[in-house]
Each structure stands twice: as C-alpha cells, then as structure tokens.
C-alpha cells in the first residue's frame, strides 16, 4: 500500500503533465539591492560576524584586483577573477566549518582562505606550482579546472562521511556552465540516492566563458532542478551576503541530516572569465553597468550602516592592511624555491616505479651535462 | 598569402562551410565569440546561427550530437575547447563514433570531425596540455589527423570534413600562431593517411608530428646530421610505408613525440619497424617523449616537453650506438 503514490492514475489534461510554468522559483533575498531588508529575516549572528563578513568580501576583492594586475606583469599565468561574486563566495565560505570539505573549481578564493588556506598557497596555485594543490589538500579543499568533473567526487566523499558517522559536510563549488555536464548530473542525482551531507553550491554568474545563462539551459534555474535529482534546492540571490550566508548553513544542516542541497547563487561576474578572455565580444557594457549597481559589497555597506555597524569600520584602513597581507603573501610566495625536477615526478605513485625512477635519474644526467637545455627552457617567453 | 595554423584553421571552415551546406559546426563559445583562440571567427556571421551553434558546456552530448547528425546527413565539425576535456567524450567515441558504419553494415555512416587543441607548451591550466593521440589512435574506425603546418592543417582538415569516416582533428595548440607559411587561397585536400617527408637525407630518419615538427628540424639543423624528418601527419590510419621505406634507407630511426612514452604512439612506431625493417637497423629505434607522468603545472611544463637539446642527444644515442 505504502507505494501506491507511484501508480495514482491520471485523470483529465492536467494530471500527470508537468511544465516549466509549473517550476516558477523565486529568490530568496534578505537584503535588497536599495539597501532595505527584512529584520526579521538576517540571520542570527553577531556585530563581530557582521564586520567579518564586510572585511571577508573586501579580502575577496583585493585578492582578484591583485592578481589580475599580477598576471598582466607576468608574475602568474591565466587568472579567474571573482570580482562581482564577493557576497556568493563569502556568504557561503562562512557558512562552512574548518573540518569541512571544499572540492571547488577556482573562483571561490574568500571561500578557501575562511578555511585557512593561506593566501600565499593560492598564489602559488596560479604559478603553477604542484605543492600548492598539496597545501590546499591539507585543509580539506581541491581545485577541479575540467569543469565539472570535481561533482562526482563530492558526492564520494560525502558518501564517505556518512560511513565514518563524521558530523562535516562537502560543498561543492561549480558554475553554471558546469551545471550542464553529465558529471554534474550523476552526482547530485546520486547524492540524492544516497542521502549523504552534500551541498552543491552553483555559482550561476551568468556566463560560461561566452555562454550566457539562457543559452547554457532551456530550464529556467538551476534550483529547479534539484527537484528532479529528488533533492531540496533553493535559489538565492547571490549579490546579498546575508541571504547566501543564511542559505548555505540551512543546506549545511540539511546535508548533515543526510539531504543534500543544491544552491544556485545567482550572481554575476564583473570581470573576464579569465584573464585570457575579452568579454567585450559578447556581453555590452550597460549589461556590466547595471550589476554594478547591485554591487554586493556597497549593499552590504548600507545595511551596516542601518544596524549602527558601520561607524566602527574604516575602509580604507582596512583595504590598507588587506593590501599589506598580500604583499607578505606574496614575498612569501617569490620566496619559495625548493624547486627541482624531483616535484614532478613524486607522489605519481606512492612508491616511484624503476622505471620513472630510471626516467628522472637520465633526466637529471642530461640536465648537468647539457646546462644548454636549462638555458633554452628558461629563456623560452612564459605566459 | 601567408597564414598561421589557427588562420588556416579557419579558412579552411569558410572555405568548406561556403562548399556544403551540409556543414555545420558547433562548440563551446564558437558562435558568437569565434572561438577561445579565434578558430571559429566570423563563421556565425557569414552562415548564421543554424549552422554555427554555440552549445552547453556538454562534451558528451557534442560528440554524441555529432555522431546524430553525421547519420542524419549532415557534415558536422564538432569543436572540444580543449582536448583536455575531451575524455568525458571518449564514450561517445569508442562506443558510437567510431562503430556506426560496422554496426550497421554501411547503412549508416558517421562523417563528423571533432576539432581540439592539444597538447602543452602554452603555459595553460590543469587539464589544457594532454596529448592522448596514442589513446584515440588505438580506437579502430576512428581517424586521427595532426596537422603541423597552415598548408597541411587547412588541406587536412578540408579532407577531413569530406572524409566518410569520423576524424579527430588535434590542433597542436602550442603553434597555433608561432609561425605563419603559404597558404592557397582555393580549396584544396590534402591526404588523410599520408605522412610527408619534410626533409630528405640518408643517415638517419626521424618521425614526429605536431608541435614538436619546429624542434625537431631545429634539433637536426643544430647536430648537422644529414637526417630524413617525416611528418606523420596522420596517427590513423598510418602510413606504414613511408615509414619502413626511409628506414630501411636511412639504417637509423628515432622518433619524438611530447605525450607520455610508455605505450605511446611511439611504440607503436617502433613495433611496425620491428616488423618490417629489423635487418635493416644499425641501431635500436631511439625514443625521445614526455617523461611517465602528466603534464606538470605551468611553473615545470617546459622540462617535461622534448627540446632541442634533448632530441640532439637522441640523434647522438642513435648514430653512436
């Protein structure tokens, strides 16, 4: 008797069909984009959380403005900014517990310094350098660039804290573009399956690379679609710190309960999809001009102001100490230099096979006996 | 006029797209940005979004779409932004692609092309400098083409479109735009299945393809070995012939290739010259790859590529053994 609502049969047109019209979402919005907000709604955290939250956002915009000048002088490779996404990264990094896990896709810096990642750490990662991804691996965080690709092991490892009876949860980090991936739906539908203490945080800034959101999905959110993976979805509105904070930890709560969610923080991205792109051939400029004005971080601005916050925050000072974190990170980062060819050929395995090791110990010879061949690989252009 | 491969990339897609209207193409950012290294530039507004589409961020459903199509009737040029994220695709091509035309006796045919970049040396992110050719070269009923110059890559790929067989089409990214050489105006094919040789000589052959053509030659030049360099052009199917012909020629034999050595193309290489040209060798067949590993990050790439130097001291292995 228990499954019979599997086989209540249809009667009339209605019955049985299902429609786009019939999926209508709305937003979850706490503090709106004039500054107004519903007190009853902000969550229930302290004047100190409320500053941290401001200066996280800042640290989130500092961090992308220094290495999208970093990489214009040479000194990192291909960049993703965040800039436009602050109160997404930030709302939803300070949802998550140290002992959590962060498998992400690489423009959720805030995110993953809240975690303890050090700022140097991610410098390095986009130097190049493996020993970053071993850095963020010690704090439980992973950067997947196919995009995507990182869902499946979210839920693994999600799958895995429920065996162990672990009280953390993983979030997943994804765009919208991921959203599209096959990946992306075995997971979450799995997931669902499961019942395991997974969030699936989707970053929806609108674009993938040239792709705009319409032309990504006929569906018309990815929220939606939790309902078909039979999960809780929710659709928040990503420019309102508030709202994402508020969002997340209800999925983080939900996750440990073992029901996954999936949230699409509708957001924007202000800059390039990297620093490799030019979104002048596909996106115009009044476009960019009105997310401005929903600028996550002026909105934030006004609501401290309104709770009494703000007289106690200087800007400027704190933009100056954040700056000055950065330049020790990032000394901290020329500094480092225990480089040899070694690196690339560890950790492959745990023990270097006899013939990866017979592979390393040539290549070490022809490298003393031809100084040349350093000379020609480091004077080749980078970048 | 003169062209780099990117440029010849591209004319070779408005040359054929004005040719057949059976052609479309369809990718990540290809319609309306022309592509993420400017590949597809000005396809949309010369043949309009019906036959240039921008997709989801789908690779199965690309390759999938395009194996469809291509039984439809249609000439479908599939684009994989990066060959890096082509592996989710790897289904669609050894379970579908590559098997319509067997599984149906020849009732239905799959003549799509999928264009990627590959391979390493542009300093990219994890997951843009695979080189897996040996891989897809080892799927029967899959074509795999690497052109290394703008007059091979445009004839090539034109081949490849009016080819009745799916071809992947592995764009050597690394010079893409490194150089530029002549470039016909008019349409014209070159051979799938065809290697060039790319410099005549008598005392050793060297085999390569893609990206590490320019240090190969530049190897040779350096060492001044009178050395015969074949452009294997195509992984599959392999032109076998003018292999063991110039090794059995020349007496020494090397190949370079920049993906992983073990089970590499190269091995492959090596086994055919076993077979056919054995007596013929002064010397075992000399391998100079990318080591076991995968493509270190952007900080380490360039000592894990073949260079001159290391193909040099592979030219002096071989002549000295």
């Given at each position: 008797?228990?499954?019979?609502?599997?086989?209540?049969?249809?009667?009339?047109?209605?019955?049985?069909?299902?429609?786009?019209?019939?999926?209508?979402?709305?937003?979850?919005?706490?503090?709106?984009?004039?500054?107004?907000?519903?007190?009853?709604?902000?969550?229930?955290?302290?004047?100190?959380?409320?500053?941290?939250?401001?200066?996280?956002?800042?640290?989130?915009?500092?961090?992308?403005?220094?290495?999208?000048?970093?990489?214009?002088?040479?000194?990192?490779?291909?960049?993703?900014?965040?800039?436009?996404?602050?109160?997404?990264i930030i709302g939803s990094g300070y949802a998550l517990k140290d002992d959590d896990w962060l498998l992400g896709m690489?423009?959720?810096?805030?995110?993953?310094?809240?975690?303890?990642?050090?700022?140097?750490?991610?410098?390095?990662?986009?130097?190049?350098?493996?020993?970053?991804?071993?850095?963020?691996?010690?704090?439980?965080?992973?950067?997947?660039i196919s995009i995507g690709s990182h869902l499946p092991l979210v839920t693994g490892t999600a799958w895995g804290m429920k065996l162990a009876d672990e009280d953390n949860v993983v979030t997943a980090y994804f765009g919208d573009g991921a959203s599209s991936t096959g990946a992306v739906h075995e997971a979450v539908n799995f997931a669902g399956v499961l019942d395991v203490p997974a969030v699936f945080f989707c970053q929806n800034n609108q674009?993938?690379?040239?792709?705009?959101?319409?032309?990504?999905?006929?569906?018309?959110?990815?929220?939606?679609?939790?309902?078909?993976?039979?999960?809780?979805?929710?659709?928040?509105?990503?420019?309102?710190?508030?709202?994402?904070?508020?969002?997340?930890?209800?999925?983080?709560?939900?996750?440990?309960?073992g029901?996954?969610?999936?949230?699409?923080?509708?957001?924007?991205?202000?800059?390039?999809?990297?620093?490799?792109?030019?979104?002048?051939?596909?996106?115009?400029?009044?476009?960019?001009?009105?997310?401005?004005?929903?600028?996550?971080?002026?909105?934030?601005?006004?609501?401290?102001?309104?709770?009494?916050?703000?007289?106690?925050?200087?800007?400027?000072?704190?933009?100056?100490?954040?700056?000055?974190?950065?330049?020790?990170?990032?000394?901290?980062?020329?500094?480092?230099?225990?480089?040899?060819?070694?690196?690339?050929?560890?950790?492959?395995?745990?023990?270097?096979?006899?013939?990866?090791?017979?592979?390393?110990?040539?290549?070490?010879?022809?490298?003393?006996?031809?100084?040349?061949?350093?000379?020609?690989?480091?004077?080749?252009?980078?970048? | 006029m003169q062209e780099t491969i990117v440029g010849a990339i591209n004319d070779a897609l408005h040359t054929e797209m004005a040719t057949d209207e059976q052609v479309v193409v369809f990718g990540e950012d290809v319609a309306e940005s022309g592509g993420v290294f400017r590949a597809t530039d000005g396809l949309k507004d010369r043949f309009g979004g019906e036959r240039v589409t921008d997709t989801p961020l789908s690779e199965i459903a690309i390759v999938g779409g395009a194996v469809g199509l291509a039984m439809y009737g249609y000439r479908p040029v599939a684009e994989i932004q990066f060959s890096g994220f082509l592996p989710p695709a790897f289904d669609q091509l050894v379970t579908q692609a590559s098997r319509i035309r067997w599984r149906t006796r020849g009732e239905w045919t799959a003549p799509l092309v999928v264009r990627t970049p590959y391979g390493a040396g542009v300093n990219a992110l994890e997951h843009h400098s695979e080189s897996l050719e040996g891989a897809y070269g080892h799927i029967p009923g899959l074509k795999v083409v690497v052109p290394s110059t703008p007059h091979d890559a445009k004839g090539l790929l034109i081949a490849a479109i009016r080819d009745p067989d799916p071809v992947l089409f592995l764009e050597p990214k690394h010079i893409y735009r490194s150089f530029s050489g002549d470039l016909p105006e008019d349409?014209?094919?070159?051979?799938?299945?065809?290697?060039?040789?790319?410099?005549?000589?008598?005392?050793?052959?060297?085999?390569?393809?893609g990206a590490m053509m320019e240090p190969t030659i530049a190897a040779v030049e350096n060492y001044g070995v009178d050395a015969e360099i074949i452009d294997l052009r195509t992984i599959s199917p392999l032109d076998h012939k003018t292999v063991v012909e110039s090794v059995k020629r020349t007496g020494r034999a090397m190949i370079v290739h920049e993906a992983a050595r073990t089970g590499g193309f190269g091995s492959?290489?090596?086994?055919?010259?076993?077979?056919?040209?054995?007596?013929?060798?002064?010397?075992?067949?000399?391998?100079?790859?990318?080591?076991?590993?995968?493509?270190?990050?952007?900080?380490?790439?360039?000592?894990?590529?073949?260079n001159p130097p290391r193909i040099e001291e592979g030219i002096r292995r071989v002549l000295d053994y």
């Open positions: 008797m228990n499954n019979d609502h599997k086989l209540v049969a249809s009667v009339g047109a209605d019955q049985g069909r299902i429609s786009q019209e019939n999926l209508e979402i709305g937003l979850f919005q706490i503090l709106a984009p004039d500054g107004s907000y519903n007190s009853e709604a902000v969550p229930s955290l302290d004047d100190d959380a409320f500053r941290e939250l401001y200066r996280w956002m800042l640290v989130e915009r500092t961090f992308d403005k220094r290495m999208v000048k970093l990489q214009r002088r040479g000194q990192i490779g291909t960049f993703g900014s965040g800039r436009g996404q602050e109160a997404s690489g423009r959720e810096a805030g995110a993953m310094f809240l975690q303890g990642l050090p700022i140097r750490d991610l410098i390095l990662f986009w130097r190049g350098l493996e020993d970053a991804n071993r850095e963020m691996a010690k704090h439980n965080q992973m950067i997947a674009y993938a690379i040239s792709t705009p959101f319409e032309k990504q999905t006929n569906a018309r959110s990815v929220a939606q679609r939790a309902i078909g993976y039979g999960i809780n979805g929710i659709r928040v509105d990503g420019n309102d710190v508030l709202a994402v904070y508020e969002a997340v930890s209800e999925a983080r709560k939900a996750a440990r309960a029901n996954p969610t999936l949230v699409e923080s509708v957001t924007y991205r202000r800059d390039a999809h990297t620093t490799s792109d030019d979104p002048g051939r596909y996106r115009n400029e009044s476009e960019v001009e009105q997310w401005q004005e929903r600028d996550p971080i002026a909105r934030y601005e006004s609501f401290l102001r309104s709770e009494g916050l703000w007289s106690e925050i200087d800007r400027e000072t704190l933009v100056e100490e954040i700056n000055d974190e950065f330049d020790a990170a990032l000394a901290a980062a020329d500094e480092y230099e225990q480089r040899s060819v070694d690196e690339i050929f560890e950790y492959l395995y745990d023990e270097l096979p006899p013939y990866l090791q017979r592979q390393l110990v040539e290549f070490k010879a022809f490298l003393e006996e031809r100084p040349d061949a350093y000379d020609h690989i480091e004077q080749r252009v980078k970048g | 349409s014209y094919e070159e051979p799938i299945g065809k290697a060039a040789v790319r410099r005549t000589g008598s005392e050793l052959t060297v085999i390569s393809w492959e290489l090596v086994a055919r010259i076993n077979d056919d040209a054995l007596m013929y060798l002064e010397a075992p067949v000399e391998r100079v790859t990318g080591f076991d590993i995968p493509v270190p990050l952007l900080s380490m790439e360039d000592y894990y590529l073949p």
